[in-house]
Nanobody
Framework: QGQLVESGGGSVQTGGSLRLSCVYS????????MGWFRQAPGKEREYVAA????????AYADSVKGRFTLSRDNAKNTMYLQMDSLEPEDTAVYYC?????????????????WGQGTQVTVSP
């Protein structure tokens, strides 16, 4: 059974940076598309960024474009989300997800595996 384990969340002030990591195992490999999503209290889970299998492309939500950078190191079975210029609106629980697809996916319902989430809090 595939596993995804996020880490790197925390509390920062506006303008600060954090780097989230997502370690994957089991059947999840570099042949999987992966993504980052977030959910704030009282809101639906929303897409943040996604990457295709074997570097077949990346995409970002408009709200984070230019501030967040997604990458993956297949040798370490790890996906990263570098978050710079953080804003209070970025406060949420961040989840990584994986799916046996080639191209990146922005629809959370199409992902098969999810991590437990890591909290990111940005104070004014």
């Amino acid at each position: 059974q595939g596993q995804l384990v996020e880490s790197g969340g925390g509390s920062v002030q506006t303008g600060g940076s954090l780097r989230l990591s997502c370690v994957y195992s089991g059947p999840i490999t570099s042949a999987f598309a992966m993504g980052w999503f977030r959910q704030a209290p009282g809101k639906e889970r929303e897409y943040v960024a996604a990457i295709g299998a074997m570097f077949s492309g990346t995409a970002y939500a408009d709200s984070v474009k230019g501030r967040f950078t997604l990458s993956r190191d297949n040798a370490k079975n790890t996906m990263y989300l570098q978050m710079d210029s953080l804003e209070p609106e970025d406060t949420a629980v961040y989840y990584c997800a994986a799916a046996p697809r080639n191209f990146y996916i922005t629809d959370p319902s199409r992902y098969d595996y999810w991590g437990q989430g890591t909290q990111v809090t940005v104070s004014p």
